[in-house]
């Protein structure tokens, strides 16, 4: 079961602040190097237009995909 209350600790908080700052405009599924790991950005819908349609906000979290050696 998927743990939906995950709070990140300050030192991730601090990681996804630095690559928001260094990659504001980065396009979903872009991999950057940061610290000499490799995270990607992913998107996903925060609300829908009262219809269920449209996006009308999108939210972002970084994903660590490889650590430093």
Do not use: C
């Amino acid at each position: 079961m998927p743990n939906y209350h995950y709070q990140p600790t300050p030192e991730e908080e601090k990681i996804v602040r630095e690559l928001d700052e260094r990659y504001p405009h980065a396009k979903s599924r872009t991999i950057v190097e940061h610290q000499g790991a490799e995270y990607q950005i992913k998107y996903f819908p925060l609300t829908k237009a009262d219809d269920g349609g449209k996006v009308k906000e999108w939210g972002h979290r970084w994903v660590l995909v490889k650590r430093k050696n």
